[in-house]
């Protein structure tokens, strides 16, 4: 049997013509769409993200526009294909709702001073204080507001306490004071922005390693400071 040649499309005259031997195939024209690689001068040609989706009829997706382009798929290409543009409050959002409420979603921020924020009621199983124990320097003790709400200080001179970096006025904050009596009787300084039951600042007990227990509280910064007496010589 003769060897037979590939039938082509005469754009001339739409007939069918027989590639002669030697010929060089010429789309030119043509209309002829050719499936699979196609090599022209030993030069692949690769299809478009265009014309892909002309030839499956469907949007590319992200791992199709990678393949093409080697490299990954950027928000904007993304967003491109799935018809919506992602808002930087949308993806700050973090939905807490739980099924069977009617709540929206909230989000938990944070203000100038890195403290967390929580829009809605915050119900814990368990809540722990964070404990400090301050020393005091040169008769001198700090208690550091941003640092916690629950300290611990071992009397070992007679002190002057500080309250320092309450919240900024409008935020309520309290804290306990525990303190634990020297062998020898140790003498206190309050604060002058503390504000005691009858004006009156307690006495603190004298016995070695007496416990006393403090609660001081304030909503405008520190401003006043409101001193209660929880429980004197508990050792």
Known sequence: MADRFPLIVDATNNNLKELPSGDNLDLTGSGIKV?????????????????????????STAAE????????STATEL??????TATTAELNYLDITT???????KAVTADANGDVLVSQEFRAVSY????????????????ACESG??????????????????PASGTGYSFILHLIQDSSARTVTWPNSVDWAA?????????????????FATSDGG?????????????
């Open 128 to 143: 722990n204080d964070t404990y400090v124990a301050p020393t005091s320097s040169s008769n001198a003790t700090t208690i």
């Open 199 to 215: 004006a009156t600042a307690p006495t603190i007990s004298t016995g070695n390693g007496d416990d006393d227990f403090f609660v």
């Open 149 to 166: 709400n629950y300290f611990k200080h071992t009397l070992t001179e007679n002190t002057t306490f500080t309250f320092s970096n309450p």
């Open 35 to 59: 499936g699979g690689t196609l090599t022209l001068g030993g030069v692949a040609i690769t299809a478009t993200a265009a014309e892909l989706n002309i030839l499956d009829g469907v949007t």
């Open 99 to 105: 099924l069977g409420t009617s709540a929206a979603s």
């Open 65 to 72: 526009l990678n393949i093409l382009d080697g490299v990954t």
């Open 223 to 235: 401003t006043i400071w409101y001193g209660f007496t929880a429980g004197q010589a508990l050792a």
């Open 79 to 84: 967003n491109l294909l799935d018809g919506v």
